[in-house]
């Protein structure tokens, strides 16, 4: 896999972190749910104080520059997604940056985030969409809780990261006498 | 013989004569006999002549739930629910597990715990997780239980969590000599705790290892006591008798998923009505390749496992 890291000013993070959804007008509060298309979708999780883009990114403080290029700011990312020629501007939209465009260039919402990414993973997006991939919590005969593929993947390395397990079974031959049982 | 109906009271019993002081005598004889043969001294003269769940009246259900309230009470020093929810009219749960997803991270077994008022020690876990060798596929012969990496998935390994399949032709009921144990319309096989004799036929004919025996008295913390319990599933356990996974009855029943289905952090726990063609297990049943653990025995399984890739 491509390891390269990009160093990409003016583009946001959809790391996994805690939400932190600063100003945008629209939106409810933080944690509410967005409907989409009957879909209950959380808050994408930005890192802190990221969004909006445009509070660095109106065009002024930070130029726009198309140029592709290793970048001072957002050193933190290091993009492992798919093939080497993938960069920034390929999701991110260099003209309204708190948006991502889609391949055909049309300009979708970080809460949509899964039209995008189903652009490629049309398997695992139908799938999402059927309740077969993903996490789903809530009510099985009744309202769920939907994530967002960036919930779970982070998009700029999307592999599932490994966890730590948690403590396995006693074995037997460790299972202490206690008062009153056989063992 | 599990069908046997109470015994009747006897033709010409009045209740103005002295047959409820008779039998009420009578019962109190036998029952104190029999904790002075059987060592069980803990239990009371209510609790030795209940008789199988199953059996049981509305109003008896209702007082022996008011006991155990009472009884956990005193013992936990916290109020504890005991639900009676009945299934729902038109449900058999089911419940799908993807094995291309799941990295054994066994955050289910410790919720499953958590939920289910198992005993922590002697410890009682309901879920186990087996990894596996990718080169070997599912073969049972190469699982191994007590896997303790700093991170998983390990290289070259799957894992399979394994818990209650909740049979449609479960071994384990088919064996209880005293029907103890009985599948409920919802496909949930359940346990009356307080009908269980402990003789563990069971759990011998489970072949999935499912069923798990109360040794000691269960070591539970009155802090780690989940007070939302059902009759049928997590209330608190007596020493020597069998448990199960139930699909977590007391939250199902409710319309939650599982708690195993809510802490999984790949979402590999798929859950949902089997007669509901939207509810996601149809999805998986319908579109993902499919299988049953020990198909070859017949035990016809609800719980079904897939890859999702």
């Known amino acids: ?183 | 013989m599990t069908d046997q109906l109470p015994t009747p009271l006897p033709t010409g019993c009045e209740p103005s004569s002295n047959c409820d002081s008779r039998r009420e005598f009578l019962g109190t004889a036998v029952a104190a006999v029999a904790m002075a043969l059987t060592g069980c001294g803990k239990l009371s003269k209510e609790e030795f002549l209940q008789h199988n769940f199953r059996e049981l009246t509305k109003d008896e259900i209702q007082t022996i739930i008011a006991r155990l309230e009472s009884e956990y009470k005193a013992k936990y020093g916290k109020t504890v629910k005991v639900n009676n929810e009945p299934a729902m009219p038109g449900v058999i749960f089911g419940y799908a597990l993807d094995l291309s997803r799941c990295i054994g991270c066994r955050r289910c077994v410790h919720a499953c715990v958590k939920e289910n008022n198992q005993s922590r020690t002697p410890e009682i876990q309901w879920i186990r997780v087996l990894e596996m060798d990718k080169e070997e596929g599912v073969n049972l012969q190469h699982a191994e239980q007590y896997y303790d990496p700093a991170e998983v998935p390990r290289e070259g390994h799957f894992y399979m969590p394994v818990q209650c399949q909740q049979c449609k032709k479960p071994p384990c009921v088919k064996v209880c000599p005293v029907g103890a144990t009985w599948k409920e319309k919802d496909g949930i096989v359940v346990v009356d705790y307080n009908w269980c004799i402990g003789c563990r036929y069971c759990m011998a004919a489970c072949p999935y290892g499912a069923r798990h025996f109360n040794w000691g008295e269960p070591g539970l913390n009155p802090a780690d006591v989940n007070p939302d319990t059902h009759y049928l599933g997590n209330r608190p356990r007596p020493k020597g008798v069998v448990e199960k996974c139930t699909f977590c009855v007391q939250r199902t029943r409710k319309g939650l998923y599982p708690a195993c289905v809510e802490i999984c952090p790949t979402g590999s726990r798929k859950f949902g009505n089997l007669l509901d063609a939207k509810s996601e297990i149809r999805q998986v049943l319908e579109h993902k390749r499919v299988f049953k653990l020990k198909e070859d025995l017949n035990t016809q399984p609800n719980f079904f496992y897939f890859y999702g890739v």
């Not at chain 1, 290793?70 to 003209?95: F, Q, T, V, Y």
């Not at chain 1, 969409?129 to 919930?151: D, M, P």
């Open chain 1, 1 to 183: 896999m491509n390891t390269r890291p990009i160093r990409t000013a003016g583009l946001t993070l959809l790391l996994l972190a805690a939400p932190a959804f600063a100003s945008q007008p629209e939106k409810g509060k933080k944690g509410e749910a967005v409907a989409q298309e009957g879909l209950q979708v959380p808050k994408p999780p930005f890192t802190e104080g990221v969004f909006p883009c445009t509070a660095c990114h109106d065009g002024k403080q930070v130029k726009v520059n198309t140029q592709r290029r290793e970048l001072a700011m957002h050193s933190e990312i290091e993009l492992k997604h798919g093939p080497e020629s993938r960069w920034c501007l390929d999701c991110h939209d260099a003209n309204s940056r708190d948006n991502l465009h889609l391949a055909s260039g049309e300009k979708v919402d970080f809460t949509v985030s899964y039209k995008l990414c189903g652009q490629c993973h049309g398997d695992k997006f139908r799938d999402w969409r059927l309740g077969i991939h993903g996490k789903r919590t809530g009510s099985w005969n009744g309202a769920k809780q939907y994530l967002l593929c960036v919930h779970c993947h982070n998009p700029h390395a999307p592999h599932f990261a490994p966890l730590k397990p948690m403590a396995p079974p006693t074995r037997p031959e460790n299972i202490k006498l206690t008062k009153g049982g056989a063992r």
